[in-house]
């Protein structure tokens, strides 16, 4: 299964109209190929519309979504809204991964250059029990625009209690990639954050194939 994503801006006061509009377009089942098995749309600090898809053809490149929706503009204007644009440079899948699955996704800022760091530092934990503990069943890092998204997938839909739990449990080794991310990633907005779940994208769409 293959996941594309791609940012828009929307402010909250737009997130009805625009969940609207995807579940509109989600009914008609327009898209053929690739199939869409699963769409979730986060937002995030009231400015970020993130669009997540899931598709069962690696083919990034496709275009799965309404080229216009009310209240959705462009990123910036280098982008229009919906067309694939976030790169994925990490991917952890350690066996299967269903539709079913809820997603968390945590938003702060990355330079470029700092993406191979990062990608290594998940890769060695990866490797640990650690992450089956918390249930993780797959992780991608995406990046966009020095924008950083770290896109978690559980079993269950608690998956922000479930991060909250290995912080009160302090596994060493969990503790450990939390100290070493601290220099290299920074908070998407130093001013308003004041603990981890101020880092965590608020979902208000999903839908997913029968």
């Known amino acids: ?13 737009e997130r009805e109209r625009v969940a609207a509009g995807f579940a509109e377009f989600d009914a008609a089942d327009t898209p053929a190929e690739p199939k869409t098995v699963r769409r979730q749309l986060f937002h995030y600090h009231n400015e970020l519309l993130i669009h997540v898809v899931d598709s069962d053809a690696q083919s990034p490149d496709e275009h799965t979504g309404p080229d216009l929706v009310p ?16 790169r994925r440079y990490y991917h952890w899948l350690p066996g299967p991964v269903h539709p079913s699955m809820y997603s968390t996704l945590v938003v702060n800022r990355l330079v470029p250059a700092r993406r191979v760091q990062v990608a290594k530092l998940f890769a060695d934990f990866d490797t640990t029990e650690v992450p089956h503990r918390m249930g993780t069943r797959r992780r991608q890092l995406f990046a966009y625009h020095g924008v950083y998204f770290h896109l978690q997938d559980f079993e ?4 922000g209690a479930v991060i909250a739990n290995a912080w009160k449990q302090a596994d060493p080794r969990f503790i450990q990639i939390c100290d070493d991310l601290d220099p290299l990633i920074e908070k998407y907005d130093v001013a308003t954050w004041r ?3 101020d880092a965590v994208a608020d979902r208000f769409y999903h839908w997913e194939t029968a």
């Open 1 to 13: 299964m293959h996941t594309t994503v791609t940012v828009a801006s929307m402010t909250t006061a």
């Open 71 to 86: 209240g959705v503009t462009a990123y910036d204007k280098a982008t229009v809204p919906f067309r694939p644009a976030a």
């Open 156 to 159: 269950t839909p608690d998956g």
């Open 195 to 197: 603990k981890p779940a």
